[in-house]
């Protein structure tokens, strides 16, 4: 239970600020100081390494003791029924306390491994056992290869054992084992996702080179689970709305609240307009007819920028002249409580947070409303994104030696038709070679994923040292009687050298014992 309590529950937008795609308005804010130059091994906020570590201590115990434990006694069934009942808890119980493990593995690696001084790619330190004052915990990083190989067999462990979603049927034994009861904990489905994400992660460039997983492998595992999940939900783009959506692998237990509104909504709605998109995410959203808005076929007008424009950024931004919650949003210059830096509560790229936001939410003194919310840890999008990915790198757009019954194309293609690009999508159809592909499914990834976390790994394990650089824009615009001008420019800068694609061991940990630190921290 400590490792379930300790998952993330609220999203607070924070890996998307230190990159660009985002800024706070919040003044100070660690995350400003971490993008702007302050990032050292002494100031990481985003270090998973104290959180991940005492969590793999909490579990280690757990999967030390609870084989002694009777988990399922009940006087009303046979000793025989008993003993089935509490050998599928143990069963679940195996699964889950793997499966949780392989989670917070996954996190030290995303956020903690790197290439040392003499060139090794390493990981963490693998610790499988309780360790106690007495034992030596002095301990080695394990190679990178070691922990992917770690985080590979937890997770086999968790998915044979665990069912792939917790559903009730005709066996009440079963229901009350491993059955609907467990909605919200890590299930079978899950499990495997997870291992779609650390296998694309293994085999992308700046990790490539430990030969621990190939992008055919990683292929083959996202192909495998999409093939079994079905067909793309037709209202994915907007699961947020909807806890219990089918696009929704993996998520936190339902609550009724309204703080992800409070931060975020903009000043008018009684918010605080915490997370600002940039204009940099924005211009990554294509138009309605699928090209790129500096394409030459592409009609975008700088006099009219939102007009026919990919659907998701109704979904995912508030822009200036936007309708939320039957409002128009203003956030030109001077604009009343919205405008762009009118208070401190306000904008300062010229946008806000759409995505996450429940409409149904109330901040109004005295007519507070709160809605249904569900923090979602993994979802199906993710897995058909790390299959084009992948599948791309291996086979091209077309290829499909696995037989896997689809392609990087026809994936890409059904993302796209659900978001509302207008068919046929002649740009999808011009790009006839895997780097175009590339481009086009790393640029969807951003856009569907926004917001939830993946930017500032993406960038770093593409190797895309020109991109952490990039600074933060924004959009300013100038109100005359009806007619609006449109300004760009840089609303944040973004100061990262090149050693930081790796991210630090937290300098305290190296003050205790000689471990190794990634190299230029």
Known sequence: MRAYVNLPENYQFYDDVVTDDAVTNLKGSVYTRMAEGEWSSSFYPLSQWEIAFEQIFYINKFLDIYKSVTWAT???????????????????????????????????????????????????????EVITVTNNWELERNTFTDCVNSIIADLDIAIA??????VNGDDNIVNETLGAVFENRIDGNAARALKSRITVLAASPSFAESGVVNWEQAATVSGNLLRDLGSLSTTGKTFYLNPLHEENIWNTARRNIRTWEQNNFPPSLFGYGRTNPSQNLVDAFPMRNGYPINHDLSGYDLDNPYANRDLRLDDYIIYDGAVFKNEIINTYREAVDDGINELETSTRTGYYLKKFMNPGVSLKTGSEVSREHSYTLIRAT??????????????????????????????????????????????????????????LIRNERRIELCFEGFRFTDIRRWGLTNQMIQPVLGIFISLDGTDKTYEFGEVESRRYAPYMIYPPIPYKETLKYDIVQNSGW
């Not at 077309?398 to 059904?414: C, N, Q, V, W, Y």
């Not at 207008?422 to 011009?430: K, M």
């Open 74 to 128: 009940d006087p009303r069934f046979s000793q025989e029924e008993n003993k089935r009942r509490n050998n599928l808890h143990l069963q679940r119980l195996t699964g889950e306390a793997h499966g949780l493990r392989a989670w917070y593995k996954i996190l030290l690696l995303q956020y903690h491994a790197g290439k040392v001084a003499d060139g090794r790619l390493l990981g963490f330190p693998l610790v499988h």
């Open 161 to 166: 054992n665990l069912p792939p979603e917790y």
């Open 382 to 439: 993710e897995v058909l994104l790390n299959y084009a990915e992948a599948a791309n790198e291996a086979w091209g757009p077309d290829g499909d030696p696995m037989g896997l019954g689809f392609t990087a194309r026809e994936k890409i293609s059904a993302l796209r038709t659900r978001a509302g690009i207008i068919q046929p999508d002649s740009y999808l159809a011009s790009i006839t070679d895997k780097e175009g592909m590339r481009e």
